[in-house]
């Protein structure tokens, strides 16, 4: 039985050249990115840039209140890096505040649910240490789009519409900046942010007195952490207001948890896969869940891997569900290094791949590792009123309450001197928190993913990072990145990069052959976003699978839901062919709004 090969026809084809590349989940910042490239500016010059205008284009998905992970490979360096970017709990988020208030779990929406904002600090931080350009150069382009508008987009116009009675009785403030004259703004209208481009220029403008770019840079951080910004955001969310719980609630963050908060750079966790090394960011985000799925699969034939027939799908949705119970039993900021080599161990992963069977486990699975009981949460099934958005998280999945699953933006640039690097922006969602007015946006809710429990390895903690969903990918060969890749999609970030990795690894797709191919995912896991739920063999699958496939899945005992043809997923990469001295890009067509460019 050979591997399913690729469709003879995709979407667009995958972009080759010389000079430089780039790929994310909106046009518009894929263009930004190019431009800075053309304009001799490297690919972190480039991507901080493009993760700036992402704060304006797609508002819906992420903002300057919210967090990112992205991995990287200098051209100079022996080993990729991760840029850590996801701000922890504030000082005053104790398990018991949070009980006093009557909540038993974290809300989704509402300033209790927001972690020190971390995103701006870490892009800063890339600039300052791996990009050329001055700041000012670089946010140019975000200021220009905030100031003087950007056309919404229709799914952006749609979450508006499913939260504007909220934003009209209980969050006025972002009804003004989101719903102009009170009405909800019409798909392609021009949206304009002047606050936020107030914030950019100070930030600008907190480095004039310096004498060179890093200091100015620093300038830009120290003001974000300890001025405007800091207060503002800390007085207006300590009102009380309206939570995704029905409750009102007054936020805990203060000024002195901005200033603690610094972005950083640590090791990349890495797994082997058929001659390639996957890199990841560490068990405080959701990184080694592809790492142990990927090791888990490395013991099957091709046969097994293949999504596109039962056997194939049967096996990979199996793999997933084991590692994300190991995920959400195990993982949280106070996993250590030894957990990580346990969990990938020869030994364990042969436990586990001989854990998966002929039929559908409806069963919440996790493994025991040496020296640590798994964590066993609650297993919420979900009530009807939990269910009033499509299945897939291609988008926003937005209840009326504010309630968010899986909105997040992706951006990937390769430049011609072979630095390459993926980050991952989320959080800050303009659904998430009420807008502060004076800053033109409003905080995450990354709290949401911590439990109220202090047997949980990710329970809430002053100090501790939520265990984040953010998961962008780097690939290598012979110790040289080949590939740099991720999506949006919350629960789903892993679960679809690991598909389009099969294809291209073992079924020798080309990226844009393997993000065109029709994916699956399960929902047989403990939700990161409130309210937590669990779907027992949940399955979710793109009607091009097929009916054969998704008949087999059926007769195997999953619980599948078709999605429709076109809806999950929203990849890009891109990569260095070494073999030729090429870079190339591809980026996802569903949604009709990703993009990728380059020559």
């Known amino acids: ?169 209980a969050w006025p403030t972002s009804a003004a900046l989101w719903m102009p004259g009170g009405d909800v703004p019409a798909a392609g209208s021009t949206m304009r942010n002047p606050a936020y481009a107030g914030v950019l220029e100070r930030l600008i403008a907190a480095g004039d007195a310096e004498g060179d770019r890093h200091a100015r840079i620093d300038a830009a951080r120290r003001e974000w952490k300890t001025g405007l910004v800091a207060h503002a955001a800390s007085a207006f969310l300590a009102r009380p207001h309206r939570h995704s719980s029905g409750t009102d609630h007054a936020a805990v963050i203060t000024p002195d948890d901005f200033a603690g908060f610094d972005a950083g750079y640590e090791p990349a966790v890495t797994g082997r896969f058929r001659g390639y090394v996957v890199a990841k960011g560490g068990a405080w985000c959701q990184g080694p869940v592809l790492l142990e799925a990927l090791r888990i699969l490395d013991g099957f034939d091709d046969a097994h891997l293949d999504p596109a027939t039962g056997i194939g799908a049967h096996t990979i949705i199996e793999t ?141 903690r002053p100090g501790a990072r939520p265990r984040t969903t953010l998961t962008p990918t780097l690939v290598l060969q012979d110790g040289a990145p080949v590939m740099a890749l991720g999506t949006p999609g919350g629960d789903q970030q892993d679960q679809w990069q690991l598909p389009m990795l099969l294809r291209m690894i073992v079924g020798g797709y080309t990226a844009q052959q393997a993000i065109d191919a029709p994916t699956l995912h399960t929902t047989a896991l403990v939700d990161s976003f409130w309210p937590r739920t669990w779907t027992p063999a949940g399955v979710v699958v793109e009607d091009r699978l097929g009916d054969a496939v998704i008949d087999e899945l059926i007769a195997r005992g999953h619980d599948v839901t078709r999605a429709g043809p076109w809806s999950l997923g929203r990849l890009s990469a891109v990569g260095i062919d070494r073999s030729r001295s090429v870079v190339w890009a591809a980026a996802n067509p569903r949604g009709m709004q990703g993009y990728a460019a380059g020559r």
Not at 29 to 57: C, K, M, P, S, Y
Not at 321 to 338: P, Q, T, V, Y
Not at 424 to 439: A, C, K, N, V, Y
Request: overall charge negative.
């Open 1 to 169: 039985m050979t591997f399913t090969p690729p469709a003879s026809f995709t979407t667009r084809p995958t972009l080759e050249g010389t000079f430089g590349m780039a790929a994310s989940t909106h046009a518009t910042a894929t263009a930004v990115a190019q431009a800075v490239l053309e304009r001799g500016g490297n690919a972190f010059d480039a991507v901080v840039a493009g993760g700036f205008v992402l704060h304006i284009v797609e508002p819906h998905l992420n903002g300057p209140g919210g967090d990112l992970v992205g991995i990287f490979q200098t051209a100079d360096a022996a080993a990729p890096a991760v840029l850590m970017g996801q701000g922890p709990a504030p000082a005053g988020a104790t398990i018991a505040h949070y009980r006093a208030e009557g909540l038993d779990l974290v809300p989704g929406a509402g300033g209790l649910a927001a972690a020190i904002p971390g995103a701006v600090d870490a892009w800063l931080l890339l600039l300052r240490d791996h990009g050329t350009w001055e700041l000012s150069d670089v946010l140019a382009y975000a200021i220009g789009y905030a100031r003087d508008g950007h056309p919404l987009l229709p799914q952006a116009a749609a979450t508006i519409d499913r939260v504007a009675a909220l934003f009209r009785d």
């Open 320 to 460: 997933l569900k084991l590692a994300l119970a190991d995920r959400d039993a195990h993982f949280g900021d106070d996993a250590h290094g030894g957990l990580l080599d346990a969990l990938l161990s020869d030994e364990y992963i042969a436990t586990r791949r001989a854990a998966i069977g002929d039929r559908a486990s409806h069963q919440w699975r996790p493994g025991e590792l040496p020296g640590r009981a798994p964590y066993r949460p609650e297993l919420r099934q979900p009530a009807a009123t939990d269910a009033d958005a499509a299945a897939g998280a291609g988008e926003p999945t937005v209840a009326k309450s504010g309630q968010t699953r899986g909105d997040t933006c992706h951006i990937d640039v390769v430049d011609r001197w072979g630095n390459i690097v993926a980050v991952t922006p989320s959080g800050g969602w303009l659904q998430s928190s009420p807008t502060i007015p004076e800053l033109g946006f409003c905080l995450g809710t990354r709290l949401q993913m911590m439990w109220l429990d202090e047997s949980a390895p990710s329970a809430l």
